[in-house]
């Protein structure tokens, strides 16, 4: 065998980039409609961040202590909660949900921040 053949042998042929797009269009066309739609459909917060932000939203009107609050109300630690919290308030999802309580708890969060 020539040095030339050998090359050939080893280095498979690339595609085209008109093969590469052929293949994509026809992976789109043969995709459900119901998985189209679905990615299109934009996504809800979860019950669980739901009730955080509910909760966050109404707390600042009420007396008493508020870790009691939450472990009664959520039943894990208050450790777990502001982990949680803290989570969804970078969750763009969130965001859309309630912005007004969203937007206030990160200014809260940005000033504690700064003062450390």
Request: overall charge positive; charged content about 30%; glycine content about 2%.
């Given at each position: 065998m020539k040095r030339d053949d050998l090359a050939a042998?080893?280095?498979p042929a690339q595609p085209s980039t008109e093969d590469v797009d052929d293949a994509l269009d026809d992976d789109?066309?043969?995709?459900?409609?119901?998985?189209?739609?679905?990615?299109?459909?934009?996504?809800?917060?979860d019950e669980r961040g739901r009730?955080?932000?509910?909760?966050?939203?109404?707390w600042?009107?009420?007396a008493?202590?508020?870790e009691q609050a939450i472990r009664d109300t959520f039943g894990f630690s208050t450790t777990r909660y502001y982990q949680?919290?803290?989570?969804?308030?970078?969750?763009p999802l969130?965001?859309?949900h309630d912005p007004i309580?969203?937007?206030?708890?990160?200014?809260?969060?940005a000033s504690r921040v700064r003062r450390r």
């Open positions: 042998a080893r280095v789109f066309e043969q995709a459900p409609a119901a998985d189209l739609a679905a990615a299109e459909e934009p996504a809800e917060l009730k955080i932000l509910a909760f966050e939203k109404q600042w009107r009420q008493g202590a508020k949680l919290l803290n989570a969804l308030l970078d969750d969130a965001l859309a309580v969203v937007q206030r708890l990160r200014r809260l969060r």
